[in-house]
T-cell receptor
Framework: AQSVSQHNHHVILSEAASLELGCNYS??????LFWYVQYPGQHLQLLLK??????LVKGIKGFEAEFIKSKFSFNLRKPSVQWSDTAEYFC????????????FGKGTTLSVSS | NAGVTQTPKFQVLKTGQSMTLQCAQD?????MSWYRQDPGMGLRLIHY???????DQGEVPNGYNVSRSTTEDFPLRLLSAAPSQTSVYFC????????????FGPGTRLTVT
């Protein structure tokens, strides 16, 4: 069965620090990968997505992610975080079973102190 | 467009009570789904629907029923609430050919005592 692993449960950073959140997926075939963000009290929003092509994907708010097929990874990065980046981040993979549109990781909580 | 709307935003139930969480979308999306979000567990799929009249179970369907009588609405019913169903519930929708690009509702926070 497909699965998504997020290595960090809770990350605490100071403003201006660099961020990298790990994500690994289990499926070895063609994958579509996503990062969603959930700001406190809000619903999930799509941050960025990878379908094919350039493995370095740029998303909103200065986030980017790199797809490394050989490592089954899709890590999220941001060079300099802001207090407003405090949120929960979910990595997800497109499901390959009928009807299972997305399979989510367990999430990483990012806390940024000013 | 209002997008995906959910009601209520908050609900407290006693064990054994039943209730319906409402979800509606105005984007004419064929695919709709319900997830529950629990700390440290991510989002888990409860039920989904690929169109009016068609529903199926996801990863954690026990204790929940759904129906899809119209394209717009996809209510989730808790038959006999249990404390283990305390969670935040999200409804999502998408077009059927891009089911992975889901639009999420604001969520319903449910507490069962």
């Amino acid at each position: 069965a497909q699965s998504v692993s997020q290595h960090n449960h809770h990350v605490i950073l100071s403003e201006a620090a660099s961020l990298e959140l790990g994500c690994n997926y289990s499926y070895g075939g063609t994958v579509n990968l996503f990062w969603y963000v959930q700001y406190p009290g809000q619903h999930l929003q799509l941050l960025l997505k990878y379908f094919s092509g350039d493995p370095l994907v740029k998303g909103i708010k200065g986030f980017e992610a790199e797809f490394i097929k050989s490592k089954f990874s899709f890590n999220l990065r941001k060079p300099s975080v802001q207090w407003s980046d405090t949120a929960e981040y979910f990595c997800a993979v497109r499901g390959n079973q009928a009807g299972t549109a997305l399979i989510f990781g367990k999430g990483t909580t990012l806390s940024v102190s000013s | 467009n209002a997008g995906v709307t959910q009601t209520p935003k908050f609900q407290v139930l006693k064990t054994g009570q039943s209730m319906t969480l409402q979800c509606a979308q105005d984007m004419n999306h064929e695919y709709m789904s319900w997830y529950r979000q629990d700390p440290g567990m991510g989002l888990r799929l409860i039920h989904y629907s690929v169109g009016a009249g068609i529903t199926d179970q996801g990863e954690v369907p026990n204790g929940y029923n759904v129906s899809r009588s119209t394209t717009e609405d996809f209510p989730l019913r808790l038959l006999s609430a249990a404390p283990s169903q305390t969670s935040v519930y999200f409804c999502a929708s998408s077009t059927s050919n891009r089911a992975y690009e889901q639009y999420f509702g604001p969520g319903t926070r449910l507490t069962v005592t």
